[in-house]
């Protein structure tokens, strides 16, 4: 089944001043078919800016007409001096209202674009793990905190870091 490439909105862009250009790039994908299966995606992201840390606060409704479908992507431009902390998490509701939340906690690399994939697992229905973790690609529940050093570079393709069937 091919999937389409799609960026989730046509980026936030929070500019700052010259430089090189300081970003993450959400990756979001799933293994559940979609509309099918996975209806929708509530995604909330915070930080770095603790004055002002919702930066999106968005829900996705795959089952709207013409709605993109996963890989989806979204950037996320520095804007000041603080890399972190950055909090992701999207919560993924089923059609038989079952959810998936997958969350990370990461920071921004100064002059760097770095991916972060993030993927919504049907192994990972229903489980529920404690504060600071987040339920793992093999359904197991782990820590939500990845260095922003050790993510992927952004390539500017989301189906390079799209999951794997």
């Avoid at 890989?71 to 950055?86: F, T």
């Avoid at 093999?138 to 390079?160: K, N």
Wanted: proline share 8%; net charge negative; hydrophobic share 40%.
């Amino acid at each position: 089944m091919s999937r389409a490439r799609t960026s989730l909105l046509a980026g936030v862009l929070l500019l700052g001043c010259g430089g090189d250009l300081t970003e993450l790039v959400l990756v979001l994908d799933s293994d559940m078919p979609v509309p099918a299966e996975l209806e929708r995606v509530d995604l909330v992201i915070l930080g770095p800016n603790p004055e002002q840390p919702e930066v999106v606060n968005q829900t996705l409704a795959f089952t709207l007409p013409g709605a993109p479908t996963p890989p989806l992507s979204l950037g996320l431009v520095l804007d000041g001096d603080e890399v972190g902390p950055v909090i992701v998490e999207a919560t993924g509701t089923t059609a038989s209202g079952q959810r998936v939340v997958r969350t990370v906690t990461t920071n921004f690399v100064n002059g760097d674009s770095r991916a972060l994939p993030l993927r919504l697992n049907a192994r990972c229905l229903d489980v529920t793990c404690d504060r600071g973790s987040t339920c793992g690609d093999d359904g197991v529940c782990q820590t939500d905190a990845v260095p922003g050093e050790s993510l992927p570079s952004w390539t500017g393709d989301p189906a390079d870091f799209a999951s794997l069937d």
